[in-house]
């Protein structure tokens, strides 16, 4: 591979390690360059006509690496998610972690002309609810495969490169670079004024040094709102146009777009061009979407929001938009920083804190340098700026402190194995299954009590699986077969399926089963009136469940079994029957983003379903059928991947 540029002692280090076949693991600040290491393997293995895996945690983040490297790449790359699968036989295959996982598992043999697999943010191990995936999937790894993990933050490296080395026999190096090729300059907006520097704020009698210990009944001076009008003024001053503004909350996204919506950052000239590549490929995709009237106003002024109740295209040419530089300001959520190569200028973070999943909490420092990492772009600016918003009475000038100025959390196992890869292992090991915990991170990090607590919801997850036959002697059983392969719904589906109720159902109604499977209302979503029929089946489903659920208590399983919810019950009818999506949107209560999202997961738990050699041809019928009416127009992934942006 030829550099028209010189590398950084980091990228020679580990591209020289490669080079010798060691797996190399590589924490470096975000737009170091790190994926230039991972284009380095992908390169030396199309020149040998070798393959190489690339995972990513989310599939929004694999789709753009596949129309990333199938540019480059154009006859080398290929994709296989749960509802995609193109060109999966290419030197580059990109996968999400957990279809890799689950592959490794029944077909190894399948990969064995793979030589590396590349872990893009590796660090996601640490994730409550997708870490496990990864954990399992690094203990499973095929012998012969080599493996590149790149993190812009392992602040523990040593403690996981030395459990990679007792788990892989493979030659393992860590590269550690802490400085950042463009430096950062960290402003804060406080009492609707904007300092320079963290001590000034702290001084400026503006916010408390520990909210725990405030006393609410002490007076203090009234705090002027923050102004959005003060950070355009900031952001004019500083020329630190493109902005990404960083909110956890979508429907915050769209509001602050609107209060901005006053302010035109384009010149004419600039409104035309952006206004006429906007509605060419809203044209060309045929894109009909309630979020276009708000957004074409902004647009045309070079501001914009995205966020995952958007169509996943609309997102897709919002992206397009930015990397062309005629979007200045744009509003997004999180999942813009994970991996997405969107640089900017400035960073700015309208709070402090987010939902992690089971609980608000202030931002890790890792999940904050994730963001503020966009800031900055290399060979373009000489600095990047960030700016937060301080609010005093949700954040304390400590708390502050510990985000920026404080260490990155060390990566912790989040090991909780399901039934399914449970169930696939059973298959292979046996009772040897239990060798399978000490070579886990968990086993390697945790304190012997948590190894305790660990092996014992293993062991009893085990006992459920014999008390209920999933598991009879050192086999698993014909139902099992089916369980092994729904990730995440196994014992729901798998119960549905013994007692003869996914036989009976009418392919509408084993839609709307899936979909209220897969579907987890947000917080605070009201329940739809339901249709005599859709009830007469939540009673039924609710009765089996229950069942499940009693089980898993008599076992003192904890994250019991996913339950059923129907709020998109009577949308999924609309679908099925053939309804536009214009149609669908527009009666939904529900995001458009999420309702594609929520269809594509039942397509995805359908082609499991259809997977499973236990399940009758009458079923297998019906499955695909149904997949006929639903995976269509904008709800087909791979037709959206498939086209040009």
């Known amino acids: ?313 609309l997102k897709e040419i919002i992206e397009q938009l930015f990397t062309t530089g005629l979007i200045k300001l744009i509003f997004t959520t999180e999942t813009f920083a994970l991996g997405i190569n969107m640089p900017a200028k400035t960073v700015i973070f309208d709070n402090m804190s987010k939902f992690y999943g089971r609980y608000t909490s202030y931002l890790k420092t890792r999940d904050f340098y994730q963001m503020a990492g966009r800031a900055g772009r290399r060979g373009i600016d000489k600095e990047g700026f960030i700016l937060v918003r301080v609010n005093p009475n949700r954040i304390d000038t400590a708390s502050l402190e510990d985000i920026i100025y404080g260490n990155y959390e060390p990566i912790r196992s989040q090991l909780n194995s399901c039934y399914a890869t449970i169930l696939n292992l059973y298959k292979i090991m046996g009772n040897k299954i239990y060798d399978i915990y000490p070579q886990s991170f968990h086993f390697h990090q945790a304190k012997s009590w948590a190894k305790k607590e660990v092996l014992g919801l293993f062991k009893r997850k085990i006992s459920l699986l014999k008390n209920t036959e999933y598991i009879i002697g050192e086999k698993i059983s014909w139902k099992a077969d089916l369980a092994a392969k729904v990730y995440s719904f196994e014992l729901p589906i798998s119960e549905l399926f013994d007692r003869g109720i996914l036989d009976g159902l009418d392919e509408e109604s084993l839609f709307i089963t899936i979909t209220a499977l897969v579907y987890e209302p947000r917080k605070g979503e009201q329940r739809p009136k339901l249709n005599k029929k859709i009830k007469r089946l939540r009673q039924m489903l609710t009765e089996v469940i229950k069942d499940i659920h009693r089980k898993e208590r008599d076992f003192n399983i904890r994250d019991l079994s996913k339950t059923f919810y129907f709020h998109l019950s009577q949308y999924c009818t609309l679908w099925f029957q053939g309804a536009d999506f214009a149609k669908l949107s527009k009666a939904c209560h529900v995001d458009e983003g999420e309702i594609i999202r929520y269809i594509r997961m039942s397509i995805q738990v359908f082609r499991e379903i259809y997977g499973s050699c236990t399940i009758s041809p009458s079923l297998k019928i019906k499955i695909k059928n149904c997949l006929k009416k639903i995976n269509r127009d904008e709800v087909d992934a791979e037709k959206q991947l498939r086209q040009k942006i």
């Open 1 to 313: 591979m030829d550099y028209k540029f010189k590398l950084d002692k980091f990228q020679e280090e580990a591209i020289a390690y490669t080079r010798k076949n060691h797996s190399v693991i590589v924490s470096a600040p975000t737009g170091a360059g790190k994926t230039l290491i991972a284009e380095h393997i992908i390169e030396d293995c199309i020149s040998r006509g070798k393959g190489v895996i690339y995972t990513a945690p989310i599939k929004a983040l694999s789709n753009q690496k596949f129309r990333d490297f199938s540019k480059k790449y154009p006859e080398n790359t290929g994709i296989l998610t749960g509802d995609v699968s193109i060109n999966r036989d290419a030197a580059i295959l990109i996968m999400t972690t957990e279809i890799f996982r689950n592959a490794i598992l029944v077909e190894p043999q399948s990969f064995a002309h793979r030589e590396w697999i590349i872990f893009d943010e590796i660090h996601y191990l640490d994730d409550i609810e997708r870490g496990t995936v990864w954990e399992e999937t690094i203990i499973l790894l095929p012998p012969h495969m080599r493996m590149l993990a790149l993190s812009a933050t392992i602040p523990n490296i040593d403690e996981f490169v030395s459990w990679l080395s007792s788990v892989h026999k493979f030659p393992i190096k860590s590269i550690i670079e802490k400085t950042r090729p463009v430096p950062l300059h960290f402003f804060f907006q406080c009492n609707n004024e904007i300092f320079s520097d963290f001590k000034r704020l702290q001084t400026s009698g503006l916010i408390k040094k520990d909210l725990k210990t405030f006393s609410h009944k002490k007076e203090y001076a009234p705090i002027k709102s923050n102004r959005m009008d003060t950070i355009i003024e900031f952001l004019n001053k500083k020329n630190g146009h493109p902005c990404l503004y960083f909110s956890f909350s979508r429907r915050r996204c769209e509001e602050l777009a609107g209060e901005v919506s006053h302010h035109t950052f384009l010149t004419p000239q600039e409104q035309e061009k952006i206004t006429g590549i906007f509605n060419s490929l809203i044209d060309k995709f045929n894109i009909t979407s309630g979020h276009l009237s708000f957004l074409y106003p902004l647009i045309k002024k070079g501001i914009a929001y995205h966020h995952a109740g958007l169509l996943p295209t």
